[in-house]
């Protein structure tokens, strides 16, 4: 349910440019000081990179539970997918990193509306060189997985997302999170609203509300009518996300009526959660499942670079 946080630095631009309104190619665009605006007065930080050269897609990652955007893996995948031709967003879930909000009020159902918010700003913000929408690609981990899979079952057919990438996708967030609090505490959670929940990244009070919310969730209506190409990688020795769930929900993507199965999964017999020692590898299939999919540009033509920013 987790990644853990690098010492890398989030990608800042200069006041100039991030009061510019308008992405600049090869540098970070941050709109609004890196900040959207929401209801209520809360808000989302993020960065956003434009590679030099013109691009017709984007990928927008999400962190996992306790994380934040500005970790090891973001900072990895974002620097490949940029040197690749690609735009990246990468942004904190409200009650994460810096963005508003508060821990306390986390669920599924929220992050799909920080999820919703943030791409429909980005659907506005970038457009492709003739001019037209940009296409997207999810990339999620651990619950930034989960949410990209949810997000692209129930909203697919009012967005742009033409791709899904999951690391260890948070499936059974809820079981997860009942089974590391225990029996005893779990009844006490529910009976007070509220529970001090301890995890390698910090210590978090959640409430209630969030496991209600993750019940109102059933992965049969996940599948019902799931056509987004996504690729899901998931590590057999994770303690934190059960591999027969995932490799189930994969299983039952296939279609009886022969329909290709839009989900494939690559399964890493000695793999952890965080799957944090195989990035080059997670990166080469990456690479081609987006390229068999029209979603990276040729490989041969001229490529943006973080060196240009």
Known sequence: MSATISTDHPVSATSERATSGEPVPGEPVAGDGRRLELAGGEHLSYDLLVPATGVDTCVLYLHGFASRR????????RDRFVEA???????????HGDSGGRMLDLTLSRN?????????????RLRTPEGGAMRFVLFGSSMGGGTSLWYAARRAERSSVAAVLALAPAIELEDGLLRAVGAEAVEAWEREGTTLFRHELGDHELGWSLIEDLRSYDLSEMLRGYSTPTLIFQGMRDDSVDWRAVTALAEAGHRPDGTPCPIELQLFADGDHRLIDRLDALWDQSESFLRRRGLLPPADRPRGSLDDA
Do not use: I, T
């Open 112 to 124: 799909l509306d920080d999820l919703e918010a943030m791409h429909a700003h980005l659907v506005e």
């Open 70 to 77: 500005d970790g090891e893996k973001a900072a990895f995948f």
């Open 85 to 95: 031709g690609l735009a990246f967003c990468r942004y904190d879930c409200r009650g």
